[in-house]
């Protein structure tokens, strides 16, 4: 006989990330927003930190007529908080916290964890302090609300992300234990920093030990709470198998419910609108490919992009490099044999924020002047705009290394675009949605990827992808198709360990000058079968696996 789930009839959630837009973790929460609505419409509660106070936040707007007895409740213990919505589809309720006010008392707070939970905390050091006190005064608020019974009677679960929201978890779990706590590691602290560090994650990774690791990368405080956190929720989560794994040799605890990552297909442009803002995008992308290097890039260029948080290593970038420097010799050398075949042309965007000083005057005056013609090559015709540190970028860098100037001679150009596509970046003005419409091919050759959003919001937006197996995208690519995946099937996915850095760029390299020689009737197909990958990742199919951890961590607390 099938048991009954046990589900909640309130969940906060917790996150550094909640109406902060600062990576992946944000793109999981604001996605998931409308599909938790439909089923626990306003009583589902976002935490967030209130960094933004008197500054407008465009993801945020107060209402101050909303639970004004919370509000009033928190202020009594001392708790500034605003509420309001979410700006995300869903619109759900956010409580903003201002955690300024613990940082009197973090002696005291610091101590208590580590008397009661062995949380370590005297090797903090950088962002430690920020995240802990803003995580404690998310999980003092719920506890205020509680004791002040205006949650009375109410079930109520309390889901903590990552290791900067688990120490006010810990401290909810300890003060109100009727509180269904769940934790969720979206990548381990030391795992992320091994693959980091240029050292070999995979090969020895049966050898590692997380506590051992976290002395020698000083890491000690982070992992310790991320480690407490996991062995003491109700519930443990992660959100790929390949997470799973990483969990239980590093924090030696392995997730009881693996939630993989949706996402809502709402803002994917369909039919006429999406073939108009493609043409736009390409258009765009061309005219500033084209005044940076000097030469009239025609509209059936291949191009193809990488993006993402700038982590050269664990997202691979320096091995997308590495691809195109092999593909442009290749090409260089079929258009050498035969001087009748006319070189295709491939454009290679890498879109990765870096040290973003401003947009580059001379591309930027070049674009106004809408000139015919498009003149000489600008200098270093590989970057849109100015960086503080040019000469020291790792990715500007391994591209001039690489011999990839953008010469005429070159039928590979590779631009790096270093900064937030939001539509108002001085050189493209388009946001980053819409500029990736007009790619023919993404690439995302990960070292280390927990999941990986970015592929699969390309297949949404019908660009077929490669990215890895060490990828929990990848992976669940692999496990949707029963064989692992290829160009065909819309997602290329490419073995990779610690001793294959050049078999992956070569395979990349074959990849995309297979899709240069490919029909068009073929590239329709498969960009088909990438958007119908996408389709089966949408939060409607994956919303299960969290009312599978509501269910554990009701039973379990």
């Not at 089923?39 to 107060?62: C, L, R, T, Y």
């Not at 007529?65 to 928190?74: I, M, P, Y």
């Not at 390309?458 to 290829?486: H, M, R």
Request: aromatic share 10%; charged share 25%; glycine share 6%.
């Amino acid at each position: 006989m099938t048991k009954t789930k046990l589900v909640p009839s309130v969940i906060f959630e917790t996150s550094w990330e909640v109406c902060n837009k600062v990576g992946g973790i944000y793109t999981v929460l604001s996605s998931r927003a409308k599909t938790l609505q439909e089923s626990h419409a306003d009583k589902v509660f976002f935490i967030g930190p209130d960094i933004w106070q008197d500054k407008e936040n465009a993801m945020f707007k107060e209402n101050k007529r909303l639970l004004t007895k919370w509000k009033k409740a928190a202020s009594e213990a001392g708790i500034n908080v605003r509420i309001g919505r979410w700006n995300v589809p869903g619109q759900p309720i956010a409580l903003l916290v201002d955690f300024q006010p613990f940082f009197e008392m973090k002696n005291e707070i610091y101590a208590e964890a580590w008397n009661d939970f062995q949380v370590d905390s005297l090797h903090a050091y950088g962002d430690y302090d920020e995240a802990s006190m803003f995580s404690y005064a998310a999980g003092k608020l719920v506890e205020v609300l509680i004791k002040a019974d205006l949650l009375k009677d109410e079930s109520i679960v309390y889901q903590a992300h990552e290791w900067m929201s688990g120490l006010g978890m810990l401290f909810l779990k300890k003060a109100c234990p009727e509180v269904a706590t769940i934790f969720t590691t979206h990548a381990t602290s030391i795992g992320r920093s091994i693959a980091g560090n240029n050292k070999l994650l995979y090969k020895y990774f049966g050898g590692y030990n997380g506590d051992q690791m976290a002395a020698e990368l000083s890491m000690e405080a982070k992992h310790s709470i991320e480690k407490q956190s996991a062995h003491g929720a109700d519930c443990f989560t992660t959100v790929s198998t390949f997470t799973d794994r990483e969990c239980k040799q590093l924090l030696d605890k392995p997730a009881d419910v693996v939630l993989p990552n949706g996402f809502e297909n709402d803002f994917v442009p369909q039919g006429a609108a999406f073939t108009k803002k493609r043409k736009e995008a390409r258009k765009c992308i061309l005219d500033v490919a084209s005044n940076l290097i000097g030469e009239q890039l025609a509209d059936d260029t291949l191009i193809v992009s990488t993006s993402g948080r700038n982590d050269f290593r664990c997202k691979g970038f320096d091995v997308y490099l590495e691809a195109l420097a092999q593909l442009n010799a290749r090409m260089k050398d079929a258009a050498d044999s035969d001087e009748n075949v006319e070189s295709n042309k491939v454009l290679a965007l890498i879109e990765v924020p870096c040290w973003t000083k401003e947009p580059r005057k001379d591309l930027a005056d070049r674009l106004a002047a809408k000139a015919k013609t498009v003149g000489d090559s600008l200098p270093t015709p590989m970057i849109t705009h100015d960086l503080y540190n040019i000469n020291e970028d790792r990715i500007l860098c391994l591209i001039k290394n690489l011999g990839l100037w953008n010469t005429k001679n070159d039928p590979v150009k590779v631009i790096l675009v270093p900064c937030y596509l939001e539509g108002n970046d001085g050189i493209f003005n388009m946001p980053y949605y819409d500029l990736l419409t007009a790619n023919d091919l993404c690439l995302y050759p990960s070292y280390y990827e927990p999941w990986g959003y970015t592929p699969l919001e390309s297949c949404a937006f019908k660009a077929p992808c490669i990215t890895t197996d060490l990828s929990g995208f990848g992976q669940w690519v692999n496990d949707v198709l029963g064989y692992q995946g290829e160009l065909s099937d819309g997602v290329k996915v490419i073995h990779r360990d610690d001793d294959n850095y050049f078999e992956v760029a070569r395979e990349i390299c074959e990849a995309i000058e297979a899709m240069t020689q490919m029909p068009k009737a073929a590239r329709t197909n498969i960009c088909k079968k990438a958007a119908a990958l996408a389709d089966k990742a949408q939060w409607k199919n994956f919303i299960k696996h969290y009312f599978e951890a509501y269910d554990f961590a009701l039973r379990n607390k």
